[in-house]
């Protein structure tokens, strides 16, 4: 099934349940086979324009940048200009940034479009299931520190990311770093939160 995966899984009784928010959300049940297929060409859709919209934004951020001429730190440290300055990533990340809640919502709308006429359920997502699991055998010591070490590293490629020397490899290493070790600082917090929530 591949990326159905994400989206479909199979109950105790066969059948299949449909998870429009992920890990984040419950079932709903899906009739047959062949509504199933609609549901994911109508993912795929969403998918292809979605990523269309993100490349739009992260376009018309980089316009707006340089079009209205406004003036960012672009410097090295020995006052020379990077191939890749930060005011080049300035005006695509704000763009990417401005377009998060517009897919937020446009999202939701395509979930309340697909969702409608199905039965919803109370079954959670096996993941989701899994990392309540996960937390409950390990220590909340462990996932303390583990918390701690993905949130200073998280703020540390922020910070080289503004400060450090705007080249190419930095600029690529400190997005990476914020991006994984912002999902890591996630789901280790969600897992602390499960753990203190059940004391």
């Known amino acids: ?3 159905e995966d994400k989206f ?8 299949y349940l449909f998870f429009p928010w992920g890990a ?3 079932g709903y049940l899906v ?9 994911f060409k109508s993912v795929q859709k969403f998918r292809k324009l979605s990523f269309l919209g993100l490349i739009l934004f992260a ?3 980089k316009a707006i940048v340089y079009f209205l001429e406004i003036e960012l730190p672009t410097e090295n440290t020995d006052g020379r200009y990077g191939r890749f300055s930060i005011k080049f990533w300035y005006g695509i990340i ?9 897919f937020l919502f446009l999202y939701s709308r395509w979930v309340k479009k697909n969702i409608k006429g199905l039965f919803k359920t109370y079954e959670k997502n096996p993941i989701l299931e899994k990392l309540k699991e996960k937390s409950k055998a390990e220590k909340l010591s462990k996932l303390i520190m583990l918390e701690l070490v993905c949130l200073v590293i998280f703020f540390w490629s922020g910070l080289s990311l503004i400060k450090g020397e705007q080249t ?12 994984f070790f912002g999902i890591g600082a996630g789901i280790f917090g969600y897992q602390i939160f499960l753990k203190i929530k059940k004391k």
């Open 8 to 15: 479909f899984k199979k109950n105790e009784e066969g059948k």
């Open 24 to 26: 984040f959300g419950q």
């Open 168 to 179: 190419f490899v930095n600029i690529s290493m400190g997005l990476l770093g914020i991006v």
């Open 94 to 102: 704000a763009g990417i940034i401005l377009y998060i809640p517009v």
């Open 1 to 3: 099934m591949g990326q």
């Open 31 to 39: 009739e047959d086979e062949n509504s199933k297929k609609q549901i």
């Open 59 to 61: 376009i018309a951020g």
